[in-house]
């Protein structure tokens, strides 16, 4: 397995390929959701592996490959106190449940000392500022 230095990483599909004695193309592909060409023999050994070693697959490498992201982006103004983060917590799970993850982006707007009102306020999008159209 691939756990050299670290016991608590999450295996891989190399891990679940090793285990099932496949190589990972066969393993991604028994495990995709796509229809793809794997013994029905091969696929059962695989998903057998998968759910031994508690694999989970990474969304984000998939992704990579089926160039979709599976992501939701929940934006919100504020969070005003710990029963919306109750509210978050359900809808996260609402969302996992069907195989996507959730960006929570908080955007606050808070009149920053010495700015006029209505002078134009920089978001901020990743690391990279946005200031609104005039």
Request: hydrophobic fraction near 35%; aromatic fraction near 2%.
């Amino acid at each position: 397995m691939n756990h050299d230095n670290s016991r608590d990483a999450p295996p891989t599909i190399a891990d679940v390929a090793r285990l099932a004695g496949v190589s990972r193309a066969v393993a991604s592909r028994a495990l995709s959701n796509e229809p793809r060409p794997v013994s029905s023999e091969k696929r059962e050994r695989v998903i057998a592996a998968a759910a031994n070693l508690g694999y989970k697959p990474n969304l984000l490498a998939q992704s990579l490959t089926t160039k979709t992201v599976n992501l939701v982006a929940v934006v919100v103004n504020h969070i005003h106190d710990l029963s919306d983060l109750d509210l978050f917590d359900r809808l996260i799970d609402q969302v996992q449940s069907i195989g996507k993850q959730v960006i929570l982006i908080r955007i606050h707007q808070n009149r920053q000392p010495g700015r006029r009102r209505g002078q134009p306020h920089p978001r901020s999008v990743g690391s990279r500022p946005v200031r609104p159209a005039h």
